[in-house]
């Protein structure tokens, strides 16, 4: 019977609890009482016969894109999300051998190299910075030449999971069919028995989706050497203009007949390298901003170091300890928020976003980049900034959310409760992800004082209704679900079961016990989490 590697599990465990599930949604509440119910958890996936198993279907919505359109994103159930990371970390060697070596700076994005905390990446390896240096060594030595920009169209939703399966086995030399099988197999009844697409979102589709990428850099390799990819952007050089059309003519033709891929019309192109460098490729080297960031960052480098606590954005430590963490993060920020080169950072931030909006152009890199390290610093100057445009930067919205959630405090709210509620009334609270992202704000517990949102009719899902409840601890909302439980999908009813603690600890015992005898695995996990804090 083929079941899941226990060391596979168990650093599945350590990388969705330290992580994520899925990089477009909230953390999932459920990873903390699986890790607190594990030995129980273990042993059922443990007994899973990967072959008769059958992985629920996952949440999918629509994220917003700079351009206007959407992505198509995904969130596994929690124990499909255990099971497929496993999976994938079980092949993660032999599809990181399959790649061209790092040091050629070919295949720039996401080296695998996996760790003890559960990260499937590199983090030492500045991949960005690599790939941007090969394409202006490249451009100095094509620099009367030509270049094909590709890029995958729907690149993740399209992969063709028998020729993943093909990638494996090949990598492997043969010795890893079973676990390419397997995996197949789970991806075709994940797809209601599609062969097509990968989930977007959990950081083994990423592993995954470099496996496809190796074997097209190795049809690339039949033309030439120069060439550089980020992901499914893909730069090849040339001296001579019909070399160039020939094999994108023949790129082309291989995508579509071993990958059924394509390549997208809007940002696959044949160029001269001047044009390319003129209008396409951006040198983030030489602007404007990024100098100013680069600048003033190292500046403050060092007084953020006494910043010693490592506190993962999305927390990866039972609530009590993150909030001791929390104040005393905070009580050092307060020190080193007076210190000269802070306050340099903070007006660089605040300038750069101002600039952004004034101009309209939405560089999200550039943005996420700001955001992440204004999370991390505890830069408060570009609130007011963030809140006033806060449909502008719509397509970050997921930075936009951790990072007020790091910084808000009951003055903040207080002081822009104004932009709070114009937010809460825009017609963007119509749309699912958006709507999601923004209840998953309100959970705050900053947000007690305030009687924001006034009902729970601007909450479009069950699930954040639920934990919305919780921070309020509105005991009459939850009983009120309490017969209907049910009847309920997954999601809302685990919600509302996790909830339940804010009731009297008899009410809540009595309830969760009865839930426990019938419930599943997970539903018994947030069962085992809540007796253990009554």
Same mark, same amino acid.
């Given at each position: !019977?083929?079941?899941?590697?226990?060391?596979?599990?168990?650093?599945?465990?350590?990388? #969705?609890t330290?992580?994520?599930?899925?990089?477009?949604?909230?953390?999932?509440?459920?990873?903390? +009482?699986?890790?607190?119910?594990?030995p129980?958890v273990?042993?059922?996936v443990?007994s899973?016969?990967?072959?008769?198993?059958?992985?629920?279907s @996952?949440?999918i919505?629509?994220?917003?894109k700079?351009?206007?359109?959407?992505?198509i994103?995904?969130?596994?159930?929690?124990?499909?999300? #255990?099971?497929?990371? +496993? #999976?994938?970390?079980?092949?993660?060697q032999i599809?990181?051998?399959?790649?061209?070596?790092?040091?050629?700076?070919?295949?720039?994005?996401?080296?695998?190299?996996?760790?003890?905390?559960?990260?499937?990446?590199?983090?030492?390896?500045?991949?960005?910075?690599?790939?941007?240096r090969?394409?202006?060594?490249l451009s100095?030595k094509?620099?009367d030449g030509?270049?094909?920009?590709?890029d995958?169209?729907?690149?993740?939703?399209?992969?063709?999971?028998?020729?993943?399966?093909?990638?494996?086995?090949?990598?492997?030399?043969?010795e890893?069919?079973?676990?390419?099988?397997?995996?197949?197999?789970?991806?075709?009844? &994940?797809?209601?028995?599609?062969?097509?697409?990968? @989930?977007?979102?959990?950081?083994?589709?990423?592993v995954?989706?470099e496996?496809?990428?190796a074997?097209?850099d190795?049809?690339?390799?039949?033309?030439?050497?120069?060439?550089?990819?980020?992901?499914?952007?893909i730069?090849?050089?040339?001296?001579?203009?019909?070399?160039?059309?020939?094999?994108?003519?023949? &790129?082309?033709k291989?995508?579509?007949?071993?990958?059924?891929l394509?390549?997208?019309?809007e940002?696959?192109?044949t160029?001269?390298?001047? =044009?390319?460098? /003129?209008?396409?490729?951006?040198?983030?080297?030489?602007e404007?901003?990024?100098?100013?960031?680069r600048?003033?960052?190292?500046?403050?480098?060092?007084?953020?170091? /006494?910043?010693?606590?490592?506190?993962?954005?999305?927390g990866?430590?039972?609530?009590e300890?993150?909030?001791?963490?929390?104040?005393?993060?905070?009580r050092?920020?307060?020190?080193?928020?007076?210190?000269?080169?802070?306050?340099?950072?903070?007006?660089?931030?605040?300038?750069? $976003?101002?600039?952004?909006?004034?101009?309209? /152009?939405?560089?999200? @890199?550039l943005l =996420?980049?700001?955001? =992440?390290? +204004?999370?991390?610093?505890?830069?408060?100057?570009?609130?007011?900034?963030?809140?006033?445009?806060?449909?502008?930067?719509?397509?970050v919205?997921?930075?936009?959310?951790?990072?007020?959630?790091?910084? &808000?405090?009951?003055?903040?709210?207080?002081r822009?409760?104004?932009?709070?509620?114009?937010? &809460?009334?825009?017609?963007? !609270?119509?749309?699912?992800?958006?709507? !999601?992202?923004?209840?998953?704000? $309100?959970?705050?517990k900053?947000?007690?004082?305030?009687?924001?949102?006034?009902?729970?009719? /601007?909450?479009?899902?069950?699930?954040?209704?639920?934990?919305?409840a919780?921070?309020?601890k509105?005991?009459?909302?939850?009983k009120?679900?309490k017969?209907? $439980?049910?009847?309920?999908g997954?999601?809302?009813?685990?919600?509302?079961?996790?909830?339940?603690?804010?009731?009297?600890?008899d009410?809540m015992?009595?309830?969760?016990?009865?839930?426990?005898?019938?419930?599943?695995?997970?539903?018994?996990?947030?069962?085992?989490?809540?007796l253990?804090?009554s």
């Open positions: !019977m083929p079941t899941v590697k226990e060391n596979a599990l168990e650093w599945s465990l350590k990388h #969705l330290r992580y994520y599930d899925s990089d477009f949604y909230p953390k999932s509440f459920e990873f903390e +009482a699986i890790a607190s119910n594990w129980s273990k042993d059922y443990l899973l016969d990967l072959l008769k198993y059958t992985p629920k @996952p949440v919505s629509l994220a917003p700079p351009n206007g359109t959407y992505r994103v995904h969130k596994l159930d929690p124990i499909d999300s #255990l099971i497929f990371t +496993a #999976l994938v970390y079980e092949l993660h599809i990181e051998g399959y790649r061209i070596p790092a040091s050629e700076n070919i295949a720039c994005s996401y080296r695998i190299k996996p760790d003890v905390n559960g990260s499937f990446f590199d983090r030492d390896e500045n991949g960005w910075k690599n790939y941007k090969r394409i202006k060594k100095r094509y620099k030509y270049v094909i920009t590709c995958i169209t729907d690149f993740y939703n399209q992969i063709y999971t028998h020729r993943l399966q093909n990638i494996i086995s090949e990598a492997g030399g043969g890893f069919d079973e676990q390419a099988y397997i995996l197949h197999e789970f991806l075709l009844k &994940l797809n209601t028995k599609t062969s097509r697409g990968i @989930p977007v979102g959990p950081a083994a589709s990423i995954l989706a496996a496809i990428m074997d097209i190795k049809k690339i390799l039949s033309y030439t050497r120069d060439f550089t990819r980020w992901v499914d952007d730069i090849i050089y040339f001296k001579k203009k019909e070399d160039a059309l020939f094999v994108f003519h023949e &790129l082309t291989y995508l579509h007949s071993i990958h059924t394509v390549f997208s019309g940002k696959s192109r160029v001269t390298v001047k =044009r390319f460098l /003129k209008r396409y490729f951006k040198d983030e080297e030489k404007e901003e990024i100098v100013i960031l600048k003033t960052e190292e500046l403050a480098k060092e007084e953020f170091e /006494k910043l010693d606590i490592d506190i993962s954005p999305y990866s430590y039972d609530e300890t993150e909030e001791a963490l929390e104040e005393e993060y905070e050092i920020y307060n020190e080193v928020a007076e210190n000269e080169q802070f306050k340099i950072l903070s007006k660089a931030y605040r300038e750069i $976003l101002k600039k952004s909006v004034d101009s309209n /152009k939405l560089d999200v @890199p =996420r980049r700001i955001l =992440r390290n +204004a999370t991390k610093y505890r830069i408060r100057s570009i609130v007011p900034i963030v809140l006033k445009n806060f449909e502008f930067f719509i397509p919205i997921r930075e936009i959310i951790i990072y007020l959630n790091k910084v &808000l405090s009951a003055k903040l709210i207080e822009h409760k104004k932009y709070f509620e114009i937010i &809460l009334d825009s017609s963007i !609270m119509r749309f699912p992800f958006i709507n !999601m992202w923004i209840s998953h704000l $309100l959970h705050n900053h947000f007690d004082a305030f009687d924001l949102p006034s009902n729970y009719e /601007k909450i479009s899902q069950i699930r954040d209704q639920a934990l919305l919780r921070r309020r509105d005991r009459v909302w939850i009120g679900y017969d209907g $439980l049910d009847v309920l997954p999601w809302d009813r685990r919600a509302i079961l996790y909830s339940s603690d804010i009731l009297s600890r009410e015992e009595h309830w969760i016990k009865l839930v426990s005898s019938k419930g599943d695995i997970v539903d018994k996990s947030i069962c085992t989490l809540l253990s804090k």
